[in-house]
């Protein structure tokens, strides 16, 4: 059976400080589910623990006094709206997330392609070059796989995001290409195993055709190992929310995915 878009586990709300935007709040959100007949739906605002060192200023505020602002979540009939956030790993593979936050949330994503924060994402030297932000890429999903967390409800956010080279387009595709298949099968049967959910973004899947081979031969790879899939729209805006349908199934479609390629958040 093919694959049917029914969540939505990376949405944003104007409590993001890359939202800001009013109009993205939770009543609009629940909005979006039942319009598009979704069953279960995330907000993932940005978040860093207070008691983890080492945020850069913009992720300071974004504590779990600050995101729990959201709370409590509306529901709706065959609807189940979930709280969740999206931490942040900076280039020495510190997320900053503490154990116990991970129990106070039904989803949790973890970014490893935030690659535009200099000195933070990523070292100075590797940022210089394609070569050293894709051993970045590298080693971060490879770090990302080796803790102590609870797979079972974690992702692994937008492998394929454009800020591994921002602005840079085809440094991007460049990057994507040279990532070697056998340490990518490598990564993703370890993903498979540990059980990570592997996030298919609608910003990423936003490619154009001649692109598609690029942008999906790691996700293509991923599949083969047996790894799990799951929809984020990473919406940051109505605007964002109402894209997303379309580019979904798109991707559903490029990938062939099955109803047995979902990942399910396990509480």
Not at 19 to 26: F, P, T
Not at 113 to 142: C, I, M, P, Q, Y
Request: charged share 30%.
């Amino acid at each position: 059976m093919r694959y049917t878009f029914d969540h939505d586990y990376h949405i944003h709300s104007r409590l993001s400080t890359c939202s800001r935007v009013e109009a993205q709040n939770k009543e609009r959100i629940l909005k979006y589910a039942l319009d598009n007949g979704l069953k279960r739906i995330c907000v993932t605002d940005h978040f860093w623990d207070r008691t983890v060192p080492g945020a850069i200023d913009w992720y300071k505020p974004q504590d779990f006094e600050w995101i729990s602002q959201i709370l409590p979540l509306p529901q709706a009939e065959n609807v189940e709206f979930m709280f969740g956030a999206e931490t942040e790993m900076t280039k020495d593979f510190v997320v900053g997330m503490e154990r116990a936050t991970y129990d106070k949330l039904d989803f949790i994503i973890i970014p490893t392609t935030h690659l535009n924060n200099k000195g933070f994402g990523l070292s100075e030297k590797d940022a210089e070059s394609v070569e050293g932000r894709a051993k970045v890429w590298l080693e971060k999903f490879d770090a990302l796989l080796h803790m102590d967390i609870p797979y079972h409800k974690v992702g692994a956010a937008h492998l394929a995001c454009g800020l591994i080279a921002p602005g840079k387009r085809n440094d991007y595709l460049a990057i994507l290409d040279m990532l070697p298949e056998k340490e990518l099968t490598t990564l993703f049967t370890r993903a498979a195993d540990v059980g990570i959910g592997i996030e298919l973004n609608s910003s990423d899947m936003n490619f154009k055709d001649e692109e598609a081979k690029t942008v999906l031969r790691m996700f293509e790879i991923a599949k083969k190992c047996g790894c799990k899939f799951y929809m984020g729209s990473d919406a940051h805006s109505p605007a964002d929310l109402d894209r997303a349908k379309a580019i979904f199934e798109r991707a559903i479609d490029y990938l062939e995915l099955k109803e047995t390629d979902k990942f399910y958040i396990e509480k």
